[in-house]
């Protein structure tokens, strides 16, 4: 069988097919392809495409900063200083043991789709996050309410036992285990948003998918698109909906710096507010602009020691290593963006805080202590190992870390970048000496960053354990005066970065966003570098 | 026959890719639900792999997998826990071969007038522009001529805009970049199989015929000069329309490319197999239409 023969035959055709599938190609664009959307009032770059936008499931900020106007929980953040203030509850009692908090719904809340919001809602959406079928990372910000962690490990079966109850429509009672000062920052953390219930349970995992999406925010979902869009439309039905601002909000996930600056240079978007999409190498000139904007963030970046490797065990070898990074070198040399050095982890402007001093830049102290821990000039010290994920500001910290050590104890350290996840694998099974590291607040209180550091906790992969420090952990926790909780978390902070120093910050982090405040108002700068969305508005330009 | 040999063939092919992508995919240190923050406690990572059948024996895994894909059910991102496997494709699979088979065309429509003009011309001065010119730019990476491009077109000229994905004017730039390789790629093809079946001895018979120099280039030396270029074309097609991650992140176009590289890193099991899938389809089908296409350019070619 000769198949060119064929061939040639039904070319002629395929031919006509080719021509007409490009002119198809071709012409779609101009024809219909393209949704026919009104532009939006206000278009943000907002980071990484969100991995999702269940308030239950999601982690990230690039998340949050969507799913804050959907949904809302029983407080929202204040635009300006994003501390909590009510929300869906007009009001709340706390008992004097700081145990027991009531709260009043107001009387008018409805879902975007008419129907009304009840204390029901609430319980459903706060057991919804526990529930171990729905798999939240964030399932931890509820185990502060009785029996939720053995509700979520499954060792309690009955959701009722769970300290959160409808007393009636509109009031709502939680018991918690411990006088918990930041429960109401809590109520406004996604984790605990009220999320429609009933459309979760006819659609399961797919319920985001639902238009019209029954949303309790001041916005409802109009589209989102992977790696397009997120659009928002304002909710009339949102009980403040007088003051939400602007009528269509659109979010960008775009993930180049350069192209973000592009955007926003062309006037395409009005407002850039992540991190991630800040060209670094330009960032010393970009901050002189009166358009972008630096305020203190809840974040620190600082370098775990693993205490279960010699030397480190020796709290003298690991105050001598902090003790000889010059902080201002590295905040001065590579990060540009007026970054605070950091002698201590909690950041300052902390909530309920008052930090204590750390270990400042001594290379003189540093030496000696290494000799007193038995290496004199780094002599006989072993080669150290510092791991960091493949970024290029991690690897120039961690250059210039290596330049310091070497130079002021005589020690030589090994750099070794690793892919992320690999990274994170090393870190959990303490395969490392010194390991670059990082921590952002998930709410505004010392709790989030001293937490972590407790004996055996999943965040503290230092294998470092001090029952002192434990005790004082717990103290403050069952502390309901505030000036005193401040107090004992102050002195677990000296232990945590002046006399064990399992862990040596290095700097506080700082959030970078770019508008133009004569065009955009409602914008402010806080330390959770939360924006809530209503607050938002274009200024219309007189004519 | 020959053909519908090759199709069954292309089965276990898949199936032996999929394995392949399953196991390596999971032999990465690290899993989807590994974040900087652990969770509060052990369970919530228990209750997630639970979720997600990462519990199970990674051989039963694998059978659940095959067993959802044979109803064409590519499953749910790890990542993307709203999305499926399916909604990545449906959304971003559609952009990509957009832009994939508009930087074709561009490629073609530049690359083989090139080749054919200077292998005519060569060894004179258009012959060097041209081939410098074509080696320029298989040379410069895409990376490197895109933001050349936005800088000249987007940011200096303001003609079009400097990325999104929303009308024709915003195609231009990113096909143009997208397609620039592959045109000094074709137009170096077509030069070297023009100057070799320039050689051949058909050529020299026709010429010693009396045909037209034209018309002996455009009929017959064209025709099997173009070979390479076809055989070349299949690979390259599936690299087009499969999306392209570094042209799809710096215009921010929704395509699938941006998910095809970003999921091994993220560990998105789901993601890679399925789109390492695709990507093979894809292959596999434009490599058949090459040979197809070979029977029809070259009658010397037959298969049996």
């Known amino acids: ?543 | 026959m020959y053909f519908l040999k090759r199709l069954v063939v292309a089965v276990p092919l898949l199936l032996v890719i999929s394995a392949l992508a399953f196991a390596l995919v999971h032999l990465a240190p690290g899993g989807p639900f590994d974040r900087e923050r652990a969770p509060a406690s052990p369970e919530i990572e228990r209750n997630l792999k639970a979720k997600y059948h990462l519990d199970e024996p990674i051989w039963k895994q694998y059978c659940r997998y095959l067993g959802d894909l044979a109803h064409g059910d590519f499953g749910v991102s790890l990542k993307y826990r709203n999305h499926t496997v399916n909604d990545i494709i449906a959304q971003g699979l559609p952009v990509s071969l957009l832009l994939g088979a508009l930087a074709f065309g561009f490629a073609m429509g530049i690359g083989l007038p090139l080749g054919f003009f200077t292998a005519a011309r060569r060894g004179r001065w258009q012959d060097f522009t041209g081939s410098f010119l074509a080696l320029l730019a298989v040379c410069v990476p895409g990376f490197v001529v895109a933001p050349l491009l936005i800088l000249a077109f987007a940011i200096k000229l303001k003609w079009l805009p400097v990325a999104l994905w929303a009308s024709p004017w915003h195609m231009i730039l990113p096909v143009s970049a997208l397609g620039l390789y592959f045109a000094g790629k074709i137009a170096r093809l077509t030069r070297e199989g023009m100057l070799n079946a320039a050689q051949s001895e058909f050529v020299t018979a026709a010429r010693a015929k009396g045909l037209a120099e034209n018309a002996l280039l455009f009929k017959h030396v064209f025709r099997i000069a173009v070979l390479p270029v076809v055989s070349y074309s299949g690979p390259m097609l599936a690299d087009l329309l499969t999306g392209s991650f570094i042209i799809e992140n710096i215009f921010q176009i929704p395509g699938i490319g941006v998910f095809l590289v970003n999921s091994s890193l993220n560990r998105d099991y789901t993601v890679v197999v399925g789109l390492s899938l695709l990507y093979a389809i894809v292959l596999i089908a434009l490599n058949l239409a090459v040979d197809f296409a070979y029977t029809w350019l070259d009658p010397r070619v037959k298969y049996e």
């Not at chain 1, 290095?506 to 570098?529: A, E, H």
């Open chain 1, 1 to 543: 069988m000769v198949f060119s023969e064929r061939a040639r035959r039904f070319f002629p055709r395929a031919r006509f097919c080719f021509f007409a599938a490009v002119f198809f190609l071709l012409a779609g664009p101009f024809f219909g392809c393209t949704p026919h959307e009104p532009p939006a009032d206000i278009t943000i770059i907002n980071g990484a495409e969100p991995e999702s936008l269940d308030p239950a499931i999601i982690t990230g900020q690039p998340e949050f900063r969507i799913v804050i106007g959907l949904f809302e929980g029983l407080t929202r953040l204040d635009p300006r200083t994003a501390r909590p203030i009510p929300g869906l509850a007009k009001s709340w009692e706390i008992s004097p043991d700081g145990l027991v908090y009531t709260f009043h719904l107001r009387t008018n809340l409805v879902w975007s789709t008419g129907e009304p919001i009840t204390a029901d809602d609430v319980v459903y959406s706060w057991i919804r996050s526990l529930n171990p079928a729905t798999a939240a990372d964030y399932a931890g910000q509820l185990f502060y309410l009785k029996n939720a962690e053995d509700f979520n490990a499954g060792k309690i079966k009955d959701a009722a036992q769970v300290g959160v109850r409808a007393l009636d429509k509109f009031t709502v009672r939680a018991e918690l285990t411990h006088p918990t000062a930041f429960f109401l920052d809590l109520c406004a953390f996604p984790t605990l948003y009220v999320v429609p219930r009933q459309t979760i349970e006819k659609y399961g995992d797919r319920w985001l998918m639902v238009r019209p999406l029954p949303s309790s925010g001041p916005y409802e979902l109009v589209a989102w698109r992977l790696n397009d869009k997120v659009r928002l439309r304002k909710n009339p039905r949102y009980w403040d909906a007088a003051n939400t601002q602007s009528e269509i909000i659109d979010l960008l996930p775009i993930n180049s710096p350069a192209t973000a600056l592009n955007l926003y240079q062309s006037g395409q978007v009005d407002i850039a507010w992540d991190k991630n999409v800040i060209p670094v190498e330009l960032l010393d000139v970009l901050l002189r602009r009166p358009d972008f904007h630096v305020f203190n963030f809840l974040g620190s970046y600082f370098i775990r020691c693993n205490v279960t490797r010699k030397p480190f065990d020796d709290p003298r070898v690991r105050r001598a290593l902090a003790l000889a990074v010059d902080k201002n070198r590295i905040v001065k040399k590579i990060l540009k963006a007026g970054e605070q050095t950091a002698a201590h982890l909690v950041p300052d402007g902390t909530a309920n805080y008052l930090p204590p001093d750390g270990l400042d830049y001594n290379p003189d102290l540093a030496k000696q202590l290494l000799a007193e821990a038995g290496y004199p000039g780094g002599k006989g010290f072993p080669r150290l190992d510092y791991i960091f994920d493949t970024v290029k500001v991690d690897e120039d910290i961690a250059v210039e870390l290596q330049q310091m050590w070497r130079d002021t104890l005589g020690i030589d350290m090994e750099l070794r970048g690793l892919e992320w996840k690999v990274y994170l694998g090393s870190l959990d099974r303490l395969d490392y000496d010194l390991a670059r590291s990082s921590w952002v607040g998930d709410y505004n209180d010392p709790q989030t960053f001293l937490g972590m550091f407790i004996s055996g906790d999943g965040n503290n992969r230092t294998g470092w354990k001090n029952p002192s420090y434990d005790a004082l952990i717990s103290a403050a926790n069952d502390e309901p005066d505030l000036t005193k909780r401040a107090q004992i978390f102050r002195q677990a902070e000296t232990l945590l970065v002046k006399d064990e120093v399992p862990v040596i910050p290095l700097f506080f982090y700082v959030g970078v966003n770019y508008f133009d405040t004569n065009r955009i108002q409602g914008v402010y700068q806080n330390i959770l570098d939360d924006h809530p969305l209503q607050s938002i508005r274009k200024i219309k330009l007189l004519k």
